[in-house]
């Protein structure tokens, strides 16, 4: 009896053992799935900033947390809020000091952070340019003759700063939603484009324009909270070319009218929401000889025959060639070589200049950011906005 009782307990304590092995291991599954999706979550960017302003010389002050140096992989100082280090370049390297002190030249500085909450101030000296506030940490090298400041932030943080960047200080909250959605669909899209340069995105026109954290603005944090992780994909699933512009004039273009690729998601719309924004007209004025040379070099024939009432040129709505005399040339080339904010432009020749007066901001392809905020502020949500000026796309998790 007392050995079967033995046996008992023996195959009881057997089982709840082999219980804890197998639960244990469901146990470290799921810590596992928490610390991949927690990696997935907080991916970081790394982003030139100040990028391709020849920087030669940086100020660099924590506003908040503790961050340490490191100097060629060496731990040389830790620094805390308020504390001042300049970094400049020199002789193909970089330079650190201190206000009391020179710490020598290094081929790479990381500037790590210490702490969860963490921020710097960034004030370039050589050129003097304004202060901007980042978060994340710091990495710079030495690059053809000048610095190269890559910040490393994690993507959400990234994505606010573009927004407030883009999107300006006082936009309503939907239209927030709809711009953090596209400016990660195009950072997560573009994120191989500066590869070869050490970095992943650029600060400017370029990629986005970035220029540091978002402080302030408690709808953008909304914003990037409510949509984080989601992008735009097609119908294909694949991820969409997030084009964005800041205003249409009541039609946006297809993008093969202004880049050579088609798709089948940016095709022109028409809407009447961004006819009185800010953007939605502008006018300059040109003279008559230099806009007949330019038209010459062109390739442009007997334009010396012509009167001046021959320069007139209307578009009532959107054209993609200029015609003149049997000749022809892209709206997009005349704008980007007058630096025109739109290819929705018409010439009225006054005596011997041309009055050039147009419609709308930007390429016109895709979103128009003027257009969105009216949408918004008439009760429109994110998903409306975006299915407006998108067609057949998906919102969808990263
Ligand atoms: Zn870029
Ligand atoms: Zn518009």
Redesign the pocket.
Known sequence: MITDKKRYYQLLFRRLFNLFVSSLHVLLFFILIFLVSFNANSQDVKVSIY?GMGIKSIMITPTSGEYEIIADNNSLLRIIKNEIIQLYYKNGKVGIKSLSKSYGLYNKIDIKKLSRINSFRVKPVIPSLESRNYDGWLSISAKNNYLLIINIVEIESYIAGVVMAEGGPESPLEYYKSQALLCRTYAIGHKY??KSEGFE??D?V??QVYKGMNENIADIEIACEETKGLILVDKTGKIITAAYHSNCAGETVNSEDVWSSSASYLKSVKENYCKKSPHAKWETTIELDDWKNYLKKNGFAGIDSLIENDFEFMQRERHIYYTLNGDSMLLKKIRGDWNFKSTLFSIIPVGDELFIRGLGYGHGVGLCQEGAMEMAKQGFNYKQIIRHYYKDVNIVKY
Do not use: D, Q, V
Request: proline share 0%; with cysteine.
């Open positions: 990028n484009r500066h995105l650029c400017g370029h990629c």
